[in-house]
Nanobody, 127 residues
């Protein structure tokens, strides 16, 4: 069991940057982590994932602009977002999936693979 709390959302102008965080309470090291987002009227989409061994992957919208990282000492994962555009406006969610036999196989950006979700943090990109 883990509990996820996101923070750091807000409003930013196009071209700006923002970093959001996800504090993990519980068995942090046993879980694979990911960021998802959901814009109004749209399906939730995977943004980035980071495994306990440091393996990282990105969704198409995030590549080249977003960077995911994890600080194991702080049980926290981060999403650094640069060159933000209005289309990035969404609720951003942190998600966790327990490793199976030490692996994150089956996780990645597959929404249904994740059992634990935070409450979300809103990011709005506008002039």
């Amino acid at each position: 069991q883990v509990y996820l709390v996101e923070s750091g959302g807000g409003s930013v102008q196009p071209g700006g940057s923002l970093r959001i965080s996800c504090l993990v309470s519980g068995d942090y090291g046993a879980h694979c982590m990911a960021w998802f987002r959901q814009a109004p009227g749209k399906a939730r989409e995977g943004v980035a994932h980071v495994n306990s061994d440091g393996a990282i992957g990105y969704g198409a919208a995030a590549k080249g602009r977003f960077t995911v990282s994890r600080d194991n000492a702080k049980s926290t994962i981060y999403l650094q977002m640069n060159s933000l555009i209005p289309e990035d406006t969404a609720m951003y969610y942190c998600a966790a999936k327990r490793r199976v036999l030490g692996s994150c196989i089956g996780g990645g950006l597959t929404e249904s693979a994740y059992s634990y979700w935070g409450q979300g943090t809103q990011i709005t990109v506008s002039t």
